[in-house]
């Protein structure tokens, strides 16, 4: 009942900074409860980062719950899905070191490009042309399954300048089968039936499990030096984001150009500066110009802004929007998931014999 007066207000005038603000803070307070969340041991043994946590949690509450929240804050929640996300993904570069990828040299830098490439080609292909999926479903749902996970939807889904909803598909895709190749690919590993070794189960593993938290915890399954290689790989698939990113605001820019006048300024896409931000970041670490401690600091507040960006898509998606793509989408992530699957052990096999 109470809802309804602030909606009249808000409808009749444009929100005030004091509602913007105390949306962030609503968004802030949501992702603090969600980050203790996630900490708890049954979360935390599925692999699920924060993020993910996030986005669910939001969409329980954007769904059930929305008529709570006043319409003034609307705009706080929006900045934080929109505005606060992009400069979290720029920070997320003080998690790569040119020295990390250097480690597992050649194999791995092929490994990860061949598998982010392929995957974003065929995960768009077979989301666009054969499940009849709009074109930034389809490319949220390769760029989350070929790069980093939740990350790489938030990138992307910026870059795209794209629904909620689609971001959260795409997410659920990452979350579902994600976490199914946490949880068997050790048990396939020791079985025998991958016939990899120490190498190629790290280059298997981080170059095709979706989140990073899930690649740590498939390969712990397998030995130290395992997971130590599968984090690198991981990371080099993370660093890919910068040329990807580049290159898909540039065909963006391309096909605006492309339109019409009225299209062209409707859509107006330009080369992401977080993107920038995130190579620039990468540099950074790699000099070691910044404390440990500060590293960590930045690290663990970057990781709570994704969290609010997650959160506030979470809150800003609406199931019935999700129904209408129903099976499609989820068909389109199983395909994919079956390329990173077969095709992933087939690219891996190629590069240990063709470095090895």
Not at 76 to 81: D, K, L, Q, R, W
Not at 139 to 164: N, R, W
Not at 176 to 195: D, E, I, N
Request: aromatic residues 8%; charged residues 10%; positive net charge.
């Amino acid at each position: 009942m109470s809802a309804a007066p602030s909606s009249t207000v808000a409808s009749h005038s444009p929100p005030s900074t004091r509602g913007q603000l105390n949306g962030v803070l609503f968004v802030a307070l949501f992702a603090a409860a969600v980050t203790s969340l996630s900490s708890l041991p049954a979360i935390a043994k599925l692999g699920m980062s924060p993020l993910i946590v996030g986005i669910v949690a939001g969409a329980i509450y954007g769904n059930a719950l929305r008529d709570g929240m006043p319409e003034s804050w609307a705009a706080g929640v929006n900045f934080s899905a929109r505005k606060l996300l992009r400069i979290a993904v720029g920070f997320f570069g003080l998690r790569v070191s040119l020295q990390e990828i250097a480690q597992v040299g050649v194999p791995g830098l092929v490994e990860s490009a061949v598998i982010v490439v392929s995957t974003l080609v065929i995960g768009t292909w077979v989301g666009t042309k054969i499940m009849k999926l709009d074109r930034d479903t389809a490319l949220l749902t390769a760029a989350g399954s070929a790069i980093c996970g939740a990350a790489a939807v938030l990138a992307f889904e910026s870059t795209l300048q794209s629904k909620p909803h689609k971001s959260a598909m795409a997410v659920g895709s990452v979350v579902l089968f994600g976490t199914l190749s946490m949880f068997m690919y050790p048990v396939v590993y020791r079985a025998g039936w991958l016939h990899l070794d120490t190498l190629g189960a790290g280059l298997f593993f981080g170059g095709t499990i979706h989140e990073v938290a899930q690649v740590v915890g498939a390969a712990s399954n397998v030995s130290p030096e395992a997971t130590h290689i599968a984090t690198i790989v991981k990371m080099t698939r993370v660093m890919l984001l910068v040329p990807v990113l580049l290159v898909l605001g540039m065909w963006l820019n391309r096909t605006a150009r492309g339109t019409s006048a009225q299209k062209t300024g409707a859509r107006k896409v330009a080369v992401p500066w977080f993107a920038l931000g995130f190579l620039a970041l990468v540099v950074v670490n790699s000099l070691h110009v910044l404390p440990e401690v500060a590293t960590h600091t930045i690290n663990t507040l970057d990781t709570f802004a994704l969290t609010m960006a997650m959160t506030a898509l979470g809150i800003e998606t609406r199931v019935s929007q999700i129904r209408e793509a129903g099976p499609r989408a989820l068909s389109a992530g199983l395909i994919v998931y079956l390329w990173l699957t077969i095709g992933g052990l087939g690219i891996t096999w190629g590069v240990e014999r063709l470095f090895g």
